[in-house]
């Protein structure tokens, strides 16, 4: 589009007026075919080609809007203010948007506003000047972004959820001290009353005063816990595998392509369908795959593997192989242990949130060393009705 004779030519072959040259055939062949809409417009603001991209995108016809404004395909304020902008620029030359492009918003046919980038260029002088604005539809873009902020908040919120099983103990260690504590004073109390003299039932009233702050003490306790679970325990439900774990994947691996990370996903098609609370098995992905990711750091050779297996009728298998740094082997049996860790910053909660998920979905989880790594490997419920072909049904189940 850099040949300032060409937009004009082509927006008057647009009516057959002109014969199409060869180059000019191939220019609107990889017009039609580019994703990005592409519409041209006057110095009038008027529309003189409209691409078949842009036919899809806005939903009309190129030739219903030949010759109109493009006001037509802005909401408001820009629908009011375009004319202005034209205007504007064409008498000072000052230059918002042409040249430089930019995320805006515009409007369809059926009035639906979306997201789009748009980037505009400028071509010929004079009576033949014309504008060509290329259009991306950045509407799938938006909707990926929201569903991962989703995603992400509900794998945090299944993250302090899990870790509660985790926290449990020191909990109940919690609770344990304001309720020896009342029971103390209660006690207490109740013996200096079989001898009510002034005196006694006085302290008697103190303990009395003790044990009602601390059992607000446990009120705040046991608050605090139902704050940190937020809502209730996530719903089992047939879930596509396949789908969780390219979802888990995509929030695992932000980041993570930029340092040369080769991925490889294998899915075995009898492995297609589980019974499971979804975010929580994306939970135990991200989990085993950040790992992963992270023990690749120093490798010279990043190489992520992630594996389904249909294992039994009743069971799949869900691996996670990495060619990082390893893990001594006598260490292996306390991988999986809350607080263990070695890594300075680690918390050494992740193996043990993944292990409460998988076992709470009746499932198993286990580690081993490869010739170059580690392989972290989970089983889940079936939910395929179609038996596999090996193995009987009981390989885990018990
Ligand atoms: P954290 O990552 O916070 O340390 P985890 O429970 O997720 O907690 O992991 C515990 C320990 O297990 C890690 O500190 C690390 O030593 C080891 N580990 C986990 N995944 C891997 C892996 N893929 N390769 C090697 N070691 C691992």
Redesign the pocket.
């Known amino acids: 589009m850099r040949n300032p004779k060409a937009q004009p030519t082509l927006a008057s072959s647009q009516d057959g007026l002109v014969e199409v040259s060869a180059s000019e055939g191939l220019l609107r062949s990889i017009l039609a075919t580019v994703p990005d809409a592409m519409i041209i417009i006057d110095t009038s603001g008027a529309i003189t080609y409209f691409s078949a991209a842009a036919e899809q995108m806005f939903g009309y016809d190129s030739q219903e809007v030949l010759g109109q404004n493009i006001r037509l395909l802005m909401p408001e304020p820009d629908r009011e203010r375009h004319d202005d902008y034209m205007h504007h620029y064409l008498e000072t030359g000052q230059a918002r948007i042409i040249g430089i492009g930019r995320f805006t918003v515009a409007r369809r046919r059926n009035g639906e506003v979306f997201p789009i980038q748009l980037s505009i260029g400028e071509a010929g002088t004079g009576q033949d000047r014309v504008f060509s604005g290329f259009v991306r539809d950045l509407t799938e873009r938006e909707e990926a972004r929201i569903h991962l902020e989703e995603l992400q908040n509900e794998i945090a919120h299944v993250s302090r959820v899990s870790a509660m099983g985790t926290m449990a103990s020191s909990l109940a260690h919690e609770l344990n001290q304001p309720l020896t504590a009342i029971a103390n004073y209660v006690e207490g109390a109740r013996e200096l009353l079989n001898n009510p003299n002034l005196d006694n039932i006085d302290t008697a009233r103190q303990a009395l005063d003790d044990a009602a702050q601390e059992s607000v003490r446990a009120g705040q306790i046991v608050r605090g816990l139902r704050d940190f679970i937020g809502r209730g325990t996530a719903e089992r439900r047939v879930e596509s595998l396949p789908r969780l774990i390219n979802q888990a994947n995509a929030l695992a691996l932000i980041g993570a392509r930029e340092v040369g990370i080769d991925v490889d996903l294998e899915f075995d098609p009898q492995a297609e369908s589980v019974l499971v609370a979804g975010v929580q098995v994306q939970q135990v992905m991200v989990?085993l795959i950040r790992?992963?990711v992270?023990?690749m750091e120093t490798s010279p050779m990043r190489k992520l593997s992630i594996r389904t297996q249909r294992l039994s009728k009743d069971f799949v298998t869900v691996s996670v192989t990495?060619s990082?740094?390893?893990?001594a082997p006598e260490n292996m049996d306390r991988?999986f242990e809350p607080f263990?860790?070695?890594?300075g910053e680690?918390?050494?909660?992740?193996?043990?949130i993944c292990r409460t998920i998988v076992e709470s979905l009746g499932g198993s989880i286990w580690s081993e060393q490869t010739v170059d790594?580690?392989r972290?490997s989970f089983t889940l419920l079936s939910a395929d009705t179609e038996d596999s072909d090996d193995g009987p049904a009981s390989d885990l189940s018990g």
Request: hydrophobic letters at 40%; glycine letters at 24%; zero cysteines.
């Open positions: 989990n790992n992963a992270e023990a990495d990082g740094q390893g893990f991988l263990f860790s070695t890594k680690g918390m050494g909660l992740g193996l043990s790594g580690m972290f």
